[in-house]
């Protein structure tokens, strides 16, 4: 069981300290939508491809872009905030108790994990020392007043926390550095995706200053070349300062810069000394048709495989996540020649990985937004956000706000997601999204195998035995 073990750490089957996680959009906010107010995430940046007709430059459209605001506003506070997240992370404590108790066989059963893999995920899973990850989230939680004071309650709570964020105030304003600095998460992570890397490499030689003066002549609509700049920023002043902390970019891998990713990634790791890349696939939002296309596919595929093989290998500056790759590789496996059009869709998040599939998918829990329509004045409205959901598929968001009990809480990340899935499907004639291809939530192998659709199995079976061995 030493070699199993050892094998499930290393490739990040399973994670070394942490055993269940924590997303909350930290931005949510009320706006005012007809018949009375709506949760919206909210961000200070515009990621959009257009904006009245005439294109930004970027590549993508973010839904949580300032364009979209119209007078949003209202965050709720930091008390409020960081008791969602005590309130969910004890629940994980119970959930993991009803997982192994009554759902853990049926997911051996089903993934053919055999009783000497069985057991060493299970020591793993329970070890009391791991602890709870909370990835601080939403359009730019620095926004809000107490950023940095929320990161010192979760890390005093106990969390190992990230910060998910594009980076900006870092560069505007002095307090949050100080305060940030003094009490910093375990992980910043930014963004950077839509900027190749000659450009990298001529902003990694620039100083601060120099960047910061360049960030101001960007078109506030080009948020993704702002924050490119920001995390950039970001980095060399936390390089800079020595403070302790992993940095993190997330790249979103879309048809644009598939072609040049390797070189990106690579351009990352040594234009930023000791810094990690998470890069993912684009997805589509909202059931917007699909953002990949039949020729960016095998240049996707490449990148699968090369992180499968640089975890095996031990290749430096990736992120080890192979049951996530496993996953994408078995549905090119199964799609990419039979049928592309399905590829294509798993690809872009649509019919994909889904917490509702199965107990026990949705340990990376995440609080956010509900999409329930409320005709009230505006004082008279209660927090925004603070459901239980999902950020990718608001839909799923449930109406009740996480502060009720513990145990019940813990039943709804186990059992409640899939009651939920299962109660928006049925009887729906539209079909109804409520998947995502997202690494961080999708965790580890546990959770990622009990997302994987039904008709993906057996295809993903063989393609772990074939590089894990079992
Ligand atoms: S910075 Fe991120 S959250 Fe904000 S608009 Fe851009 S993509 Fe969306």
Same mark, same amino acid.
């Given at each position: ?169 870092? @560069? ?17 992570? @930014? ?280």
């Amino acid at each position: 069981m030493v070699r199993e073990r050892d094998f499930l750490l290393r490739t990040g089957m399973v994670n070394s300290n942490v055993y269940a996680g924590i997303q909350p959009d930290d931005c949510v906010v009320w706006r005012r939508v007809p018949g009375g107010y709506q949760n919206f995430s909210l961000c200070n940046h515009t990621c959009v491809t257009e904006v009245n007709g005439k294109p930004t430059g970027g590549n993508y459209v973010c839904d949580a872009s300032f364009v979209f605001a119209s007078g949003a506003k209202g965050f709720a506070p930091r008390q409020a905030i960081v008791g969602w997240t005590r309130s969910v992370a004890a629940a994980h404590a119970i959930a993991r108790d009803i997982f192994f108790e009554y759902h853990f066989n049926d997911y051996c059963d089903e993934f053919c994990v055999s009783s000497s893999w069985a057991e060493a995920i299970k020591l793993e899973l329970t070890d009391p020392n791991k602890k709870v990850e909370v990835n601080r989230f939403g359009g730019s939680p620095e926004m809000l007043k107490e950023c940095a004071g929320i990161i010192a309650d979760c890390k005093q709570a106990g969390f190992i926390v990230n910060l998910t964020t594009p980076g900006r105030r870092l @560069m505007i304003d002095a307090q949050f550095v100080k305060d940030l600095a003094a009490d910093p998460p375990q992980i910043l992570a @930014m963004s950077f995706d839509d900027v190749g890397p000659d450009e990298i490499k001529r902003l990694a030689k620039m100083d601060l200053d120099a960047i910061k003066a360049e960030w101001k002549t960007i078109s506030p609509h080009h948020g993704q070349r702002q924050k490119a700049y920001e995390g950039l920023y970001a980095a060399k002043l936390m390089l800079e300062m020595e403070v302790p902390i992993k940095l993190l970019f997330n790249v979103v891998i879309h048809p644009g810069n598939i072609r040049h990713l390797d070189n990106l990634l690579a351009t990352l790791s040594e234009c930023v000394p000791g810094c990690f890349a998470n890069p993912y696939p684009a997805q589509s939002f909202n059931n917007e048709p699909p953002c990949w296309t039949v020729e960016s596919l095998p240049a996707l595929r490449a990148h699968v495989l090369h992180f499968i093989e640089g975890t095996l290998a031990g290749t430096p500056g990736i992120t080890r996540r192979i049951s996530y790759y496993n996953m994408l590789e078995a549905a090119y496996r199964k799609w990419f020649r039979k049928d592309p059009k399905r590829l294509l869709e798993f690809m872009s998040g649509i019919g994909a990985w889904d917490i509702t599939l199965r107990p026990g998918a949705y340990r990376y829990a995440q609080i956010g937004k509900s999409t329930e329509v409320i005709n009230r004045p505006f004082e008279e409205l209660p927090l925004p956000g603070g459901h239980l959901g999902c950020f990718w598929n608001p839909i799923l968001g449930l109406p009740k706000h996480v502060n009720g009990s513990i145990e019940e809480l813990a039943e709804t990340i186990t059992m409640g997601m899939v009651k939920r899935g299962r109660e928006l499907r049925r009887g729906r004639l539209e079909y109804v999204q409520t998947s995502n291809v997202m690494p961080r939530l999708a965790f580890d192998t546990v959770s990622t195998e009990l997302g994987i659709p039904f008709e993906l199995v057996v295809e993903y079976i063989r393609t772990r035995k074939e590089y894990c061995g079992f």
